[in-house]
């Protein structure tokens, strides 16, 4: 077996859960190899000793790919490895850590939940058929294949999921939702994610989704939500202000949540203020935020829940969803009477949220006075920095793009290496668009203007749409034209 001359540095690398939790928890404590990627049928084995073949060997058995050593140093090997295994006491796989992990429901369970917290998915499925299941995983937006199981092994993962989430296990024939915390890590460092699961009725069982919440220490601050200097800017003016409505608009799965507590923690990271709000669900716990859950019993109902909230003395109010009339006519009476007040709203662009809340129903008036800035959000694919190839930009990608004059301009392509795991992405960044409403805006606003109308106006002050964030994104190498152009389509 060959070992050539390979050195990286693996706190950078994204590992693949789908080999490194092929090999025996011994085999890999033990003898200090890691298995991380596969590229061009080849498993790539991270090892203090790249002249320890029989090792290798091993990882190749149960791999069933030729193993490549790659030289990493051994402090960065002995935290990767305590992050995938854990530290033996906590291992995943059977009880005695002997064997990788098999059908057993247990182990089963607890190796797609510590693939998931490795490759950093938002999502499983488990989605059965008639042959097999088939476990998926959501990594930065797409769906990855991750293995499937016998058609056997299905009910008794069902259960166990179920018993995890506090759900009814003998209820199959009806939805159900439920939620637990998973713990993972060494026994001296143990980190928690939360799982929100749901399930549903299919024709060959129960499908199962399970959302893993990211943990506090993990949640983006407004500097690195991707906003250029301008957008950046706008925020943070409005969150400054002592009153106004600020929506932030985009499909499910766009990041406008997690723009929304980013938000918050700069607010309360500049004053002392009594924060509440209104949720279904909780997605992620803020310490000193008030935050109230709707509760499926409809004991607290998001509308109680909204009449309720002015008199608890709040200074910034945030509603999850505005999904109504009586949602909307709430939170702009909050904003009339000296509030600040966030909330989403579904809508294609920032313009449009305007002719949105005149459809549901609120006054043009109204709307003028109160609200105050609009953020359409994407979420596109950040290119690997390690391994992106530089391509010439084609004169059919640069009209699609809007920028017709920069034909030829060097943009880049994902590759994939063994920093990605091969995919040629690493996380995600944000497309924004910020519409400030100032108060020639406001007036245009209340006298009832078109869309076409605002949205001439916001250009003439430098606004930029989600196209153009993303076609300056595309020249800084930050992502790929493909991304930008799946993700937002021009008005």
């Known amino acids: 077996m060959s070992t050539p001359d390979l050195s ?8 693949d859960p789908a080999w490194a939790l092929r090999i025996p928890l011994t085999l890999a404590l033990r003898r200090r190899v890691l298995p991380f990627a596969s590229l061009h049928g080849k498993v790539y084995v991270a090892c203090a000793n790249p002249a320890d073949l029989a090792s290798l060997e091993a990882v190749a058995r149960f791999t ?53 917290v490795m490759r950093q998915a938002s999502d499983i499925h488990i989605d059965p058929s008639r042959e097999d299941v088939r476990i998926r995983l959501r990594v930065d937006g797409v769906l990855e ?133 209104v949720e279904d669900p909780v997605e992620y716990e803020i310490p000193g935020v008030a935050q109230v859950e709707v509760d499926s019993a409809d004991k607290v109902s998001f509308e109680k829940a909204l009449r309720s909230l002015l008199r608890h003395d709040p200074d910034v109010l945030v509603i999850g969803e505005v999904r109504d009339l009586d949602s909307l006519d709430v939170a702009v009476k909050a904003s009339l009477t000296g509030h600040l007040v966030f909330s989403t709203l579904h809508t294609n662009n920032a313009a449009s949220v305007v002719t949105r809340l005149i459809d549901m129903g609120m006054a043009p008036h109204l709307i003028g006075a109160t609200l105050r800035l609009c953020v359409a959000q994407r979420l596109v694919r950040r290119l690997c920095q390690h391994c992106r190839r530089p391509e010439p930009l084609e004169l059919a990608q640069a009209q699609a793009l809007g920028i017709p004059e920069q034909a030829g301009q ?82």
Do not use: W
């Open 8 to 15: 990286i540095d693996l706190d950078l690398v994204r590992i």
């Open 64 to 116: 069933n790919q030729p193993a490549v050593p790659v030289r990493v140093d051994a402090d960065s090997l002995q935290r990767a490895l305590t992050r995938v295994y854990g530290d033996g006491r906590r291992a995943v796989g059977s009880p005695t850590g002997t064997e990788p992990p098999g059908d057993d429901a247990v182990a089963l369970a607890e190796e797609l939940l510590r693939a998931a």
């Open 145 to 277: 294949e991750y293995r499937r199981l016998p058609a056997s092994a299905h009910a008794a993962l069902c259960s166990r999921v179920k018993v995890m989430s506090g759900m009814d296990i003998a209820e199959r024939r009806a939805p159900q939702d439920g939620a637990f915390t998973y713990q993972f890590g060494a026994v001296e460092k143990i980190h928690a994610v939360d799982v929100r699961v749901a399930s549903l009725p299919t024709k060959y069982g129960e499908r199962m989704t399970l959302r893993l919440l990211a943990s506090q220490d993990q949640m983006l601050t407004l500097e690195r939500l991707g906003m250029n200097a301008a957008d950046l800017a706008a925020v943070e003016h409005m969150i400054a202000q002592p009153h106004g409505l600020v929506l932030l608009t985009g499909p499910t799965g766009g990041g406008k949540t997690t723009t929304l507590y980013a938000a918050i923690r700069r607010l309360l990271a500049s004053a002392p203020l009594n924060i509440i709000t």
């Open 410 to 491: 060097s943009v880049y392509e994902a590759e994939g290496c063994l920093y990605c795991a091969g995919r040629g992405y690493s996380g995600r960044m944000g497309l924004f668009e910020c519409a400030a409403i100032d108060n020639h805006l406001a007036g245009l606003i209340a006298r009832g203007a078109t869309e076409p109308e605002l949205l001439a106006d916001l250009r003439r002050q430098g606004f930029h749409s989600l196209l153009q964030d993303g076609a300056a994104k595309v020249l800084a190498g930050q992502t790929t034209v493909r991304e930008v152009l799946n993700a937002v389509t021009e008005y």
